[in-house]
């Protein structure tokens, strides 16, 4: 899984694309809500996103908090220039986010887009990830006109892959040797959700309901 290395926060998430080079919606429920992220979620995201669990399958996160206030503005100027979308996780009730999840294009126009994320271990295990994803990728197809959106994650790294798997996302296959952590070198899982797919599965469940 990479980590890749918003600003109106008071807009809401719509259906039809919005301007995201400019300002990023907010999209949010009872449990969640994915924002831009702001300076003042920087001592937050080093509590929670440099915690050695978090780190064990993606690349290093900033290990100061004046590290990841550089890190929230480069997220500031690399979607200003269509290079990347970043989002907080900030959960319900709290004022920072605990995590980001991100979005960059593999095709320029972003048909083809690739996805990671990093949450605090401290809200693993409750439903939130899940929350949050199924906002993140709602929005990716419908504001960000993606058609297939990818992720990568270490072959053992069972947590992710379940993540992705319990989200709909198909196994295409593994890309050998492609991640390095030090003398360490592990495969890569590739996982992909179509656009088609993905809107075929929501109404599903909203019919469902």
Known sequence: MALHHGTDDEAEAAATPIDWRRRLPLLTDDAVTLRALRQSDAPSLLRHVSDARVLQYITASPAT??????????????????????????????ANAVGVMQVWPIEPDFSTAEWGFALGAAF???????RAARMF???????????RL???SVDVNLRGNRAFERLGARRDGML???????D???????????????????????RAH
């Open 65 to 94: 908090v004046d590290g990841f206030r550089r890190y929230v503005r480069w997220t500031h100027g690399q979607r200003r220039r269509g290079g990347l979308v970043c989002f907080g996780i900030v959960p319900a009730g709290a």
């Open 176 to 182: 050998r040797g492609a991640f390095h952590d030090g």
């Open 150 to 152: 990818e992720a990568r």
């Open 184 to 206: 360490v070198v592990r495969d890569h899982v590739m996982w992909s959700i179509l656009a088609p797919e993905w809107r075929a599965m929501r109404e599903r469940e909203h």
């Open 137 to 147: 990728v709602d929005a990716v197809f419908s504001q960000l006109q993606v058609y």
């Open 124 to 130: 693993w295990g409750r439903g939130l990830f899940t």
